[in-house]
């Protein structure tokens, strides 16, 4: 089957502009995760959904980054006015599991650059 | 603060060879130590992972280690390969906490 998929796979946008990136996770999967991954630097946790209730969301590094995952499904993570250090790549995992520990599969990621 | 250290930074090995990268965490409330293994251009997919119940896990020609009492971990790949060559995390995660990552080996396996 499908895998997680996130679009879209690359955005530059100008500072101060909001953008949207969505992530539609695998089939069934219950929880959806959202990371912010440096360039060499390990993934760094967001915030993640169990279904469409938001469990966590104290990765989320200010006010201008807030997500959503209204149907329990599709997921959006939008950053507002956006500055050059929110530079990096976003990636959305989803997971069969509604334990945070449950095993994430990960997307391709949106690489974000922010000019 | 970072929760889970990682090292080396990178790593170059002989085909054929023993590939070791370590890992050390502070939590004691963490019991789920996976791997991921993420190759140029696609997300960290999932290796292996062990629990603190026992000390070693093998899957075929990839090991985890495991010290409770230094809080430490280890990945061993045995006869490493050319298509190993990937950046590997190793992360940590208690019951009610996602995964934390670490910085991230980058492994290359020479002919």
């Known amino acids: 089957g499908a895998g997680v998929s996130q679009s879209p796979r690359y955005k530059v946008t100008k500072r101060g502009q909001d953008v949207a990136l969505r992530c539609d996770p695998i089939?069934?999967?219950?929880?959806l995760y959202w990371y912010r991954q440096a360039l060499g630097q390990g993934p760094e946790f967001l915030t993640y959904?169990?279904?469409?209730?938001?469990?966590?969301k104290s990765g989320l590094p200010n006010d201008r980054f807030s997500a959503e995952r209204p149907e329990g499904s599709i997921s959006t993570l939008t950053i507002q006015r956006t500055e050059q250090r929110d530079s990096a790549m976003y990636r959305c995992?989803?997971?069969?599991?509604?334990?945070?520990?449950?095993?994430?599969?990960f997307g391709p990621g949106t690489r974000l650059t922010v000019l | 603060q970072q929760q889970v250290k990682q090292s080396p930074q990178s790593l170059i090995v002989q085909k054929g060879g023993i590939s070791i990268i370590n890992c050390a965490y502070e939590n004691t409330a963490f019991d789920y130590f996976p791997w991921y293994q993420q190759f140029p251009g696609k997300g960290p997919a999932l290796l292996i992972a062990?629990?603190?119940?026992?000390s070693e896990k093998k899957e075929g020609r990839f090991t985890i280690s495991f010290n409770k009492s230094a809080k430490q971990f280890s990945l061993h790949i045995m006869d490493s390969q050319p298509g190993d060559s990937a950046t590997y995390f190793c992360a940590a995660s208690s019951g009610n906490t996602p995964l934390v990552f670490g910085k991230g080996t980058r492994l290359s396996v020479i002919a």
């Open positions: 995992a989803s997971s069969p599991s509604s334990r945070p520990q449950g095993v994430p599969y």
């Open positions: 959904f169990n279904y469409e209730a938001q469990q966590d």
């Open positions: 062990i629990r603190p119940d026992v």
């Open positions: 089939s069934g999967h219950v929880s």
